[in-house]
């Protein structure tokens, strides 16, 4: 379980995130909706410990950054929205030092390796190439393939189908529909919602930098009578149709 | 310790891959060949130091090999382009901050640069006839205060810290290092007893700094790119027109006083070296002007400002700027101190005089391309990028200024600096003038 409590962040005088609270339970697929600019990113970097909240805490099945930081590390998967991808080494090679530096050992490490190449890839050979010559979903796929190697039970992912194709977001839905057992949490922001409709078992809206939804999906789509768009922009504060604004390029 | 010894051996292996990358490849073996090469001849001059005439003791050119490798090192980060620090074990994996730190500092170390560094080190201590083990103990504990010192300056440029009171730590240490070297002189170097206390306030600086970052300036390369513009930092560089015309002045001083010591071949009519020195003097400048001048003066500004609205990778530009020169210099190098030491007549003031001019005209391309944006036709063309007037008028110059300061070096200081000063004012004039006229072709 991951309970988000009293998270606040400016950056200089705006306020990106204004007294978040959040509880994300188990065996869930969490997903975080909002605006361009609403906070999302800036919520799972903190929750990630890339960038540091102004004030709150994030606990992590009751523990928290300051005493368990590496426990929680260990824990965790991350797909942010950085490349941190070291671009010189093969996808093979960065994913063997990435479990390595989880302590997968070796002959398991080879087999996880070959097995999500596979699967996202096709083939193994497809990760023996250097980095800086993937794809941009290449590279996201990479480094999915790097947030869950060592089967993390907190799973962040930042935007995961932007700049995947139809068949890779697929992949990654059924990825992730399988993922969420034993007691873990998966948690993501995106931007779609077909793909969101597909994973999500509960929903939260961000909006003005405050949390205006937190509930399960069928609470969300208002037991099935609205579809996720509209339910996402009825809930929006300031969505108001204003097509007659640009009536001159018709 | 063993998945650090894992990525440093990856790292290397992809340094050398040849298949990957060939043309890279082969232009490291040959920056590795040429470490070795200067390593060699740097040793051999130190070693004929007692027995010819020249103006350096052994010590005294120890001492500047390790300041002249320190400088390089911290401009490197920089200029021409700045490079962003690179994080190899990223904030979210299990490992703690201080290790995280080692980890990747470890990392930093293992590049072209640092790799040819150590070779060229490693030859010079190897045929050098003297106390190398002090050598090697010295140059490696001030590259690494230096790389330390650089980093700070990144971490500053790159991140936000939790509270600003920190950025005190690298202008601390850096006025701390700069009046060490104002009170001990080149001898600081020497002082290991201080450069262990640098390094090891160093070392806790950057980890205290890396403990207090609150996230990165640096979300993409694009937005690296546009930072680097609003960058106070580089604002006060290239936006300042006072310092920039400080900066300006001072290396065309610089430039001039090396100049200025043909006139002790001059007056010792040593002709064979005389007429090396020509070499030197003509026609190195000429080719380093034309190309790195007049080719960089333009092609720098027109890629900047490319790069500013189309968020070119800053990767990209480095390259090509190294295509530029590698092209010229290496053969200019190669021809320059081959004569010279096929001739028996290589001397520390020949490379001093080599190194200082290419790496000043470097330095005045720089900062000039930063004035006009400029367009280049072909990146290799000598007819399309070639100013006759602006290479005449430095040979001219220069050939003037060699034979008006022929009384003595006091004389030679004042002539040079306000030779320097009348001659970038004059410049700088043209430039406004009739800027499209003056320098190159392209704009016609």
Redesign the interface.
């Known amino acids: 379980m991951i309970v988000i409590s009293k998270v606040s962040k400016n950056y200089s005088v705006k306020k990106v995130l204004d007294n978040i609270n959040i509880t994300v339970p188990q065996n869930s697929i969490y997903c975080l909706l909002g605006k361009n600019g609403a906070g999302k990113t800036t919520l799972i970097n903190i929750m990630s410990d890339f960038i540091k909240p102004d004030a709150g805490e994030i606990f992590f099945d009751n523990m928290n950054y300051n005493a368990n930081e590496l426990e929680i590390k260990r824990n965790m998967g991350v797909l942010s929205e950085a490349n941190y991808l070291i671009e010189e080494l093969t996808g093979y090679e960065y994913l063997t030092f990435v479990g390595k530096l989880y302590g997968i050992p070796k002959k398991e490490l080879k087999n996880r390796i070959e097995s999500l190449a596979v699967y996202f890839f096709e083939s193994v050979e497809e990760i023996k190439k250097v980095i800086t010559h993937f794809s941009t979903g290449m590279k996201k796929k990479l480094m999915f393939c790097s947030a869950v190697i060592h089967k993390p039970r907190f799973l962040l992912l930042d935007e995961p189908f932007e700049g995947l194709d139809p068949v890779a977001s697929n992949l990654l839905i059924e990825f992730l529909n399988r993922y969420k057992i034993n007691s873990r949490v998966i948690f993501l922001s995106s931007h779609n919602l077909d793909y969101i409709e597909k994973v999500a078992t509960h929903i939260a809206v961000l909006d003005n930098s405050k949390i205006i939804f937190d509930g399960t999906l069928s609470l969300f789509l208002d037991n099935g009578t609205k579809n996720i768009d509209e339910s996402l922009l009825s809930k929006l504060n300031d969505y108001k149709p204003r097509i007659k604004e640009v009536e001159w390029a018709f | 310790m063993?998945?650090l010894a894992?990525?440093l051996i990856?790292?290397l292996k992809?340094?050398f891959?040849i298949k990957?990358h060939p043309v890279k490849t082969i232009s490291i073996i040959l920056a590795f060949i040429f470490a070795v090469f200067y390593g060699v001849l740097f040793s051999s001059i130190y070693n004929s130091i007692d027995t010819k005439k020249i103006y350096l003791s052994k010590h005294e050119l120890e001492l500047y090999l390790i300041l002249t490798l320190m400088i390089i090192t911290l401009i490197r980060g920089f200029f021409p382009s700045y490079q962003p620090i690179k994080?190899?074990?990223?904030?979210?994996?299990?490992?703690?901050k201080v290790k995280k730190f080692f980890y990747n500092l470890l990392n930093e170390f293992v590049c072209p640069y640092y790799l040819g560094l150590i070779l060229f080190t490693g030859t010079f201590s190897i045929l050098m006839k003297g106390e190398r083990f002090i050598f090697i103990i010295n140059t490696s504990l001030w590259i690494t205060i230096i790389h330390l010192f650089k980093r700070i300056l990144q971490l500053f440029i790159e991140f936000r810290t939790?509270k600003s009171i920190i950025l005190i730590i690298p202008f601390v240490t850096g006025v701390f290092i700069l009046l060490s070297f104002l009170y001990f002189g080149i001898n600081l170097i020497n002082n290991n007893l201080i450069a262990s206390i640098f390094l090891l306030a160093l070392l806790i600086s950057n980890i205290v700094i890396e403990k207090s970052i609150?996230?990165?300036k640096q979300?993409t390369m694009k937005d690296m790119v546009r930072k680097q513009l609003t960058n106070p930092v580089v604002k006060i560089i290239i936006g300042n027109s006072k310092l920039r015309t400080i900066l300006i002045s001072s290396l065309l001083v610089k430039f001039l006083l090396v100049l200025t010591n043909a006139n002790m071949l001059l007056k010792s009519n040593d002709l064979p070296g005389f007429y090396l020195y020509l070499v030197n003097l003509f026609l190195s400048p000429v080719i380093l002007f034309t190309y790195i001048f007049n080719n960089t003066f333009g092609y720098l500004r027109s890629m900047w400002l490319t790069m500013n609205k189309a968020g070119v990778s800053l990767i990209y530009y480095s390259k090509n700027i190294f295509k530029i020169y590698l092209v010229m210099i290496l053969p200019d190098a190669i021809i320059t101190f081959l004569l010279e030491y096929f001739f028996n007549l290589l001397s520390f003031e020949y490379i001093l005089i080599y190194v200082t001019s290419g790496f000043v005209l470097l330095i005045i391309g720089i900062v000039n391309s930063f004035y006009f944006p400029k367009k280049i036709e072909s990146l290799f063309s000598f007819r399309n990028n070639t100013s006759l007037r602006a290479n005449l008028i430095s040979i001219i110059t220069v050939t003037l200024i060699i034979f008006i300061t022929n009384i003595s070096i006091i004389f030679s200081l004042f002539v040079s600096i306000s030779g320097s000063i009348v001659i970038y004012n004059f410049f700088r004039n043209r430039i406004l003038r009739n800027r499209y006229k003056i320098f190159s072709a392209v704009y016609r």
Not at chain 2, 87 to 96: A, K, L, T
């Open positions: 063993g998945i894992y990525l990856l790292r992809r340094i891959d990957a994080i190899f074990i990223p904030q979210n994996f299990p490992v703690s939790r609150v996230e990165s979300k």
